[in-house]
């Protein structure tokens, strides 16, 4: 390999967050080899002998991990870069530092490293006093050390050096008359790349104006650090799309293009693939057949990552086959030798925001890895449980079928062609949503905007309109359903290794969508109209955000100006969007394939929901209660005058195997009460008299507290929250994340019709509610002994 002629072209790891693992870099090796790649740069920003304690040489265990990953680039026929950050502490004056940095480099070029990088990049500009007597600017501190090193590892043809002024957007005052740029061209040795990210950090697009603007004051072509698929600023989101935005005919003006991809390794398959594609159509000339296609370079790679995604992979790419496999999509690759794979550098292993153990065995590990910020939630079954039963119900429950007009996503099957493209256009690119997104976007955005045709008094409103919303709306609930389809065959698929990376994004769009579906679902017939007196349509979406990821970014702004991606536009959306606290939460620990819908209540759910309450009441009175003489009264106490007086504040959970939850809203306290009061009270001493001698004591005992659950809140409370919730959930559900949801759900409608704020009672002894509320954002707003009750009352705002 020549380096001084030679297009460096491949991959840079220099994201923030968990650095690959050694096996993960062995696959990306091979990949690249296949797609004819022929460049690695190691600069995990996180590996602390690369940055924080650059200082520190390896140990003999990291030195012999280093030289055999080392060997196994070059084998491939790979350039092997090694990049050192010294710029956060670094004394440029001081000779002790200078030899340390020296040592350390040594260090590496004796284990058989040819090339180098020195990253400047994401530091203060500011010097201590003995670098500002001893240089003119931080630019020529940082230039000498930079043109020492060079000469004390021999001139390598390959030497890149990483400026604090990295990108346009960063130079001060401009890129032509930046005087540390300027420095930069000008003292920094001939022979030495300089690197750099294009107008921004993450530049939507290169362009060769400015590529020639930049190469002419560093009087060099630069080398492109391409943040396009990076995705470290942003926990929610994942970019799954083509290399794009960037002409092979800007080659003429670049030292090389290296991509630094997604922190989770599995999602770069398609970045990395069309880069290849990229970088082999600028090889093989200008012709108008080898014009670079994106959509093209996507189709071929999706094809071949079709195979992948179906391979039966464990977590770190161990294949669960006998036989070892190349993990590469070609028979041109050579297979990786499995017996001799060292394990990561500093210790590191595979990437996973989820713990490392087969999702696919009859039981959990005894004592699962605790993922930092995760809940210490153990579910009570198994992620993929037999259909047809769920464990610790009574016989005869009613849940023993599958939900009518519902498909299972149970067993390991493979991703279709079309679940695949949902999954690269859901994820797509920083600056570009895929065709699936846009068209979530555009639909929930005009099914918001026009949710007056079906509101409550949407007599007036033209029928051919009408139909129109509901077609739109059947086509939105068709594509919410798919991706919670998508969501089950991703964890319930062959290749754990692709679970373990993308099934925090999954979950978190999976999540979006039912919240999204139920919302759209909730709109027809329900949302108030323009005569109410508590809200109207027109000021429901007042509350409602007003402005899209689109909106805001622009051609010219960095991509994390708005986060999340579509599960943060879908968000932003709905009316309770600007709070984050109901949407950012950890994935569960043990990801399940079951498949969850949440929809508005029908009165046919009711004896589905009095048979479900009925069985959590058992539960907690061991078996013992009221239930077999009047199977109703805990159904009518606890159920009854809401889906009574107002169901369509009433929101469903359910599963495969039918209901399996239950979140029921009261809009206006005040007057809930008095109706209660009017009609329901009467309506239960008629059902429930008493029989003289024979009444059973638990059903009256169960008559006076609905009496008293009637009773009076202060007005200090009601002014502030008027409106009230009621959570139920069977306890051995397998995602706890979908109670959020489905509260989620009620907290959407209640504030789309005018209320401020819901709070709910939870008794001091149920820790585990108390728990998730607060986690919600409800705080304690009054105790049971301020009005002579025992509950304590949480409240939050809307």
């Not at 940055?51 to 491939?76: F, M």
């Not at 323009?530 to 899209?548: E, V």
């Not at 029908?602 to 009441?617: G, I």
Request: hydrophobic letters at 35%.
């Amino acid at each position: 390999m020549e380096g001084e002629t030679q297009f460096l072209c491949g991959v840079v790891e220099g994201f923030y967050g968990r650095p690959w693992s050694m096996d993960q870099r062995k696959v990306l090796f091979q990949w690249m080899q296949c797609w004819g790649l022929n460049t690695y740069l190691y600069g995990p920003k996180d590996d602390l002998k690369h940055r924080l304690l650059w200082r520190e040489v390896y140990s003999p265990e990291e030195e012999a991990q280093l030289r055999t990953l080392i060997a196994e680039a070059q084998s491939r026929g790979l350039r092997f870069v090694y990049a050192l950050s010294p710029g956060q502490d670094i004394v440029f004056s001081s000779s002790c530092d200078l030899t340390l940095l020296k040592r350390k480099l040594r260090q590496v070029s004796d284990l058989g490293c040819q090339a180098f990088a020195i990253l400047f990049d994401d530091i203060d500009h500011s010097m201590c006093q003995a670098d500002s007597e001893a240089f003119s600017s931080f630019a020529h501190a940082q230039v000498t050390v930079t043109n020492e090193i060079y000469r004390f590892l021999g001139e390598p043809p390959v030497f890149l050096f990483c400026p604090t002024e990295y990108c346009g957007s960063l130079c001060s005052p401009s890129v032509s008359k930046s005087p540390y740029l300027q420095t930069v061209g000008e003292d920094l040795l001939p022979n030495i790349t300089v690197i750099w990210t294009g107008s921004k950090v993450i530049s939507r697009k290169l362009s060769v104006e400015c590529l020639a603007e930049v190469g002419s004051v560093l009087q060099r072509p630069p080398l492109i650090w391409d943040n396009l698929h990076a995705n470290d600023y942003d926990s929610r989101r994942l970019f799954l799309g083509p290399f794009k935005g960037r002409e092979p005919q800007l080659r003429s003006h670049l030292r090389g293009l290296l991509l630094n991809p997604n922190c989770e390794f599995e999602a770069n398959y398609i970045p990395l693939h069309t880069l290849g594609s990229w970088y082999r159509t600028g090889e093989e000339g200008k012709d108008d057949e080898c014009e670079y296609c994106p959509d093209k370079a996507l189709s071929a790679a999706l094809h071949d990552w079709m195979d992948e995604l179906n391979q039966p992979l464990q977590a770190g790419r161990q294949s669960t086959r006998g036989d070892q496999r190349s993990s590469a999509p070609s028979s041109r690759c050579k297979p990786a030798d499995a017996a001799d794979s060292p394990s990561a550098l500093r210790g590191t292993c595979a990437v996973a925001k989820l713990p490392v153990f087969p999702l696919n065995s009859s039981s959990p590990p005894p004592s699962p890895t605790k993922v930092k910020g995760e809940r210490s939630h153990q579910p009570n079954q198994l992620s993929h449980q037999t259909p047809g039963t769920r464990p610790g119900l009574p016989s005869g429950g009613g849940r023993g079928q599958k939900a009518p007009g519902r498909g299972s996503c149970s067993g390991k099957g493979l991703l279709s062609e079309s679940q695949v493209r949902l999954l690269v256009g859901l994820h797509f690119l920083p600056h570009e949503h895929g065709p699936a997104a846009q068209k979530l976007l555009q639909d929930l955005t005009w099914l918001k905007s026009n949710c007056h045709l079906v509101g409550t008094s949407n007599k007036k409103s033209p029928p051919q309109k009408v139909d129109e919303w509901r077609g739109r709306s059947s086509r939105f609930l068709s594509l919410c359903e798919d991706i919670a389809q998508l969501h089950c065959s991703v964890v319930g698929g062959a290749n754990r290794a692709v679970l373990y990376d993308l099934y925090p994004y999954v979950w978190d769009l999976r999540n979006m969508a039912l919240v999204a579906k139920a919302f759209i679902c909730w709109l027809d017939g329900r949302v108030l109209s323009d005569s109410s007196t508590l809200a109207s349509w027109r000021n429901c979406f007042h509350w409602c955000g007003k402005t899209t990821g689109a909106d805001l970014l622009g051609v010219d702004s960095e991509p994390w100006v708005f986060k999340g991606g579509v599960s943060g536009e879908v968000q932003m959306i709905l009316p309770v969007g600007n709070s984050s606290e109901l949407f950012t939460h950890p994935p569960p620990l043990f990801p399940t394939s079951r498949l969850y819908n949440i929809r508005p209540y029908h009165s046919k759910d009711k004896a589905e929901l009095y048979r479900m309450v009925r069985q959590l009441h058992l539960r907690t009175q061991g078996g013992q209660g009221s239930s077999a003489a009047h199977p109703d009264v805990v159904g009518d106490r606890c159920l009854g005058p809401c889906l009574a007086l107002c169901p369509e504040y009433s929101f469903v959970l359910e599963d495969e195997l039918g209901v399996c939850g239950c979140v029921l809203g009261v809009l206006d306290v005040r007057t809930f009460a008095k109706r209660c009061q009017a009609s329901w009270m009467p309506a239960m001493r008629d059902k429930y008299p008493p029989r003289g001698g024979n009444a059973h004591p638990n059903t009256q005992d169960l008559l006076q507290l609905m009496e008293e659950d009637q009773g009076e809140y202060p007005d200090s409370l009601l002014y502030h929250f008027p409106s009230q919730l009621r959570l139920d959930a069977l306890p051995e559900l397998v995602d706890i994340s979908v109670s959020r949801i489905l509260l989620t759900a009620l907290l959407t409608a209640l504030k789309a019709n005018g209320s401020q704020g819901v709070f709910c009672e939870v008794q001091p002894t149920d820790r585990q509610r108390l728990e998730f509320l607060t986690k919600l954002g409800f705080l304690e707003i009054l105790r049971g002994e301020a009005r002579s009750r025992e509950g304590v009352v949480l409240g939050r705002l809307l």
